[in-house]
C-alpha cells in the first residue's frame, strides 16, 4: 500500500468524466485500500473520490461516522454510485484535498437516495441527508470531473438560507 | 520578489473604476493578490494586495492619471503578503435591528472578549430614511467554541436586537 499523490486544481486530469468499474477484482481491492490510506493522510478529509489520484473510474470513498451529531452510514466504499432521487437543497461550506487553501458555499440536495456497489460488487441502496449526502455529492461530482469550485454561490449571500419546503 | 503592498481607493461610485485601476496597475507590471472591492453607501471602496511595480512611488505614477480622472483617494502601505496560510471559519452570526449607535461595538466587543477572531464582516443599513434597519453579518473563527461566542451575544437580543450565531462546518472531500 502507498500514499497516492492527490491531482490538485488546475490540474486537468481532474475533469476526466471516470468509467464505471466492472471488475471487482484484487486490483480493484488493491487499489481502493491506497484511496483510503491516501485520504486518511490529508487534512481531516471525510472523503475521498478515485480521480483525485489519477484513477479514473467510479469509486468513492466517505465516512462522516467521526463527527458528531451527523446522521451516519458509517464508513462507505461506494463503487458505480448513483443518486436516483434530491430532495430539497441547502447551502454549506465545502472545501477539497484537491483545492488547498480555500474553502467555500455550495447549495447541495439535503436528502438523496443512492445507489452504489460495496467493494465485492453486491448492490447497496442508502437513504441518505445533511451532512453525509453532501460529502456523497461533492466525491460524486469528482467522478464527472466537476469541483466545489464549479458550484460556488457567493459568500455574500444567503449566509442563513431558510430551509426551503416544496 | 515579495514587494507586496496593501493600496486602498476610496471615491464616488461610477462606472470603470475596477477596470480602470486594474489595467493601469496590470500594464505597470503588476499582480494582484486578494481583493476586497464594495459599494459602501455612494462609494466605492477598493483594497487590494498588489505585487510588484518598483515601489511605492511607481504604483503611486501609474496609477495617477486614473485618480485623476476619477477623482479618487489613494493610500498604499507596504505589507507581508501572508498567503496560503487561510484559516477556516466555524462561525457565522447574523445580526439585524432597527439602526442605532452602538451594535456592531457591543456585538464585536462581546464575541471578541468570548474569544472571536473575525475573518469577514459586512454591515449594511437598509430600510428608509425615516425608519433605517442595521444587517450585520460575521464570519470568523470562535477559538473558545461557537456556544460562548452565542452565550455571550446573548443579552444583546433584549435591546430589541436579533441576533443569530450558527456554527460553519465545513465538509473536506
Redesign the interface.
Known amino acids: 500500500m502507498a500514499v497516492l499523490e492527490i491531482l490538485t486544481y488546475p490540474d486537468e486530469r481532474l475533469r476526466q468524466v471516470s468509467e464505471p468499474v466492472e471488475q471487482f477484482d484484487g486490483t480493484l481491492q488493491a487499489r481502493i485500500d491506497e484511496l483510503e490510506e491516501t485520504r486518511l493522510a490529508g487534512p481531516g478529509a471525510v472523503g475521498i473520490a478515485a480521480p483525485q489520484v489519477g484513477w479514473f473510474q467510479r469509486v468513492l470513498i466517505v465516512d462522516v461516522s467521526g463527527r458528531k451529531k451527523t446522521t451516519s452510514h458509517g464508513h462507505l466504499i461506494l463503487v458505480n454510485p448513483e443518486i436516483t432521487e434530491w430532495d430539497g437543497f441547502v447551502m454549506g461550506r465545502e472545501g477539497c484535498l484537491s483545492v488547498p487553501d480555500y474553502t467555500g458555499n455550495v447549495v447541495r440536495a439535503e436528502r438523496i437516495h443512492l445507489d452504489a456497489c460495496d467493494r465485492e460488487g453486491n448492490t447497496l441502496s442508502f437513504e441518505m441527508e445533511g451532512f453525509e449526502a453532501r460529502a456523497i455529492q461533492h466525491e460524486m461530482d469528482h467522478l464527472d470531473g466537476l469541483l466545489f469550485l464549479d458550484r460556488l454561490v457567493s459568500r455574500r449571500q444567503d449566509l442563513f438560507q431558510r430551509k426551503v419546503y416544496t | 520578489m515579495s514587494n507586496w503592498y496593501m493600496l486602498t481607493l476610496v471615491g464616488k461610485d461610477q462606472p470603470g473604476i475596477v477596470a480602470r485601476v486594474t489595467t493601469a496597475l496590470f500594464e505597470a507590471g503588476c499582480n494582484l493578490g486578494e481583493t476586497s472591492m464594495i459599494r459602501l453607501g455612494d462609494n466605492f471602496t477598493v483594497m487590494m494586495m498588489v505585487q510588484g511595480g518598483e515601489g511605492e512611488d511607481s504604483l503611486r505614477t501609474a496609477l495617477q492619471p486614473v485618480i485623476d480622472s476619477l477623482q479618487l483617494v489613494l493610500h498604499v502601505d507596504p505589507i507581508e503578503a501572508g498567503l496560503?496560510?487561510?484559516p477556516?471559519?466555524n462561525v457565522?452570526i447574523?445580526v439585524h435591528g432597527a439602526d442605532r449607535a452602538g451594535i456592531v461595538a457591543q456585538v464585536t466587543s462581546k464575541a471578541a472578549e468570548a474569544g472571536l477572531n473575525i475573518l469577514?464582516l459586512?454591515s449594511d443599513v437598509g430600510g428608509t430614511e425615516a425608519s433605517p434597519i442595521y444587517i450585520l453579518?460575521i464570519?470568523g473563527v470562535a477559538s473558545e467554541g461557537v456556544e460562548a461566542v452565542e452565550k455571550a451575544l446573548a443579552p444583546l437580543q433584549v435591546d430589541g436586537v436579533k441576533v443569530?450565531v450558527?456554527p460553519?462546518?465545513?465538509?473536506?472531500?
Open positions: 496560503h496560510q487561510r477556516v471559519p457565522c447574523l469577514d459586512e453579518q464570519e443569530d450558527r460553519i462546518e465545513t465538509m473536506i472531500g
